[in-house]
């Protein structure tokens, strides 16, 4: 069974920093393209960024230059980076898998929310 499990969110000032994990299955952190996603209030769910098993990374214009993903393949965990939050950056985010990077992955997980706010 595939599990996904997000941590590290919050409430967070402008301008500050956060970093979210995902804790995934061992036998698909691996081998299977893991991304993040968010969803804000009244707002389309939106890809964040995608990265695949060989190293490939892929940021949506959105997030590029602001947030940075990482993976501890020893932990099977991934992390985001999130820096120069803004208040247009609350949402709620998801970490994701999917064997072949589609863009509407396979396996998602519960999600965790994010706030940024004075």
């Known amino acids: 069974q595939v599990q996904l499990v997000e941590s590290g969110g919050g409430l967070v000032q402008p301008g500050g920093s956060l970093r979210l994990s995902c804790a995934a299955s061992?036998?698909?952190?691996?081998?299977?393209?893991m991304g993040w996603f968010r969803q804000a209030p009244g707002k389309e769910r939106e890809m964040l960024v995608l990265?695949?098993?060989?190293?490939?990374?892929y940021y949506t214009s959105v997030v590029k230059g602001r947030f940075t993903i990482s993976r501890d393949n020893t932990k099977n965990t991934m992390y985001l980076q999130m820096n120069s939050l803004r208040p247009e950056d609350t949402a709620v985010y998801y970490c994701?898998?999917?064997?072949?990077?589609?863009?509407?992955?396979?396996?998602w997980g519960q999600g965790i929310q994010v706030t940024v706010s004075s």
């Open positions: 994701t898998a999917d064997p072949e990077g589609r863009d509407q992955p396979e396996y």
């Open positions: 061992g036998r698909i952190f691996s081998s299977y393209a």
């Open positions: 990265s695949w098993s060989g190293g490939n990374t």
